[in-house]
């Protein structure tokens, strides 16, 4: 009996301890991945990657622009042309961050199979591993 009681008591405060799950934050980002003349637009969020492979048709380099520290132009084969830019900052320092940018008249991101359609108005990382 008194074994029975100690182990009820036991399963007790121990129920009594039990912590829900805690919840994982969730990671959102966009990032421009440019490897000499193929370029990679990906959008992660939460456990999910999609990706969008291009080619690099057009990079300019912080002497080359004015008020931007790089510009690219990507062509791909769902999305069509696309341009990132990212600004200098205030103090005149080169910046990773990017904005992407459509071509005049484009609609080729509204295609349906254009899988970064809805990632035209977020921040981008512009990441380039080129020599």
Not at 29 to 46: F, H, K, Q, R, T
Not at 95 to 110: C, H, I, Q, W, Y
Request: aromatic share 6%; proline share 5%.
């Amino acid at each position: 009996m008194h074994h029975i009681f100690m182990m009820l008591l036991l399963t007790t405060v121990l129920a009594g301890c039990a912590q829900p799950p805690a919840e994982k934050p969730l990671v959102k980002g966009a990032y421009l991945v440019i490897d000499g003349s193929e370029a990679w637009a990906v959008l992660v969020e939460g456990s999910q990657r999609r990706e969008e492979h291009g080619t690099v048709i057009g990079r300019a380099l912080s002497d080359d622009v004015q008020n931007a520290s790089a510009a690219y132009l990507i062509k791909t084969s769902n999305c069509g042309e696309l341009q990132w830019v990212s600004p200098r900052s205030a103090s005149g320092a080169l910046s990773a961050e990017a904005r992407l940018f459509l071509p005049v008249g484009s609609t080729d991101l509204e295609k349906p199979e254009c899988i970064i359609s809805d990632a035209k108005n977020i921040a981008w990382t512009a990441l380039d591993y080129s020599s």
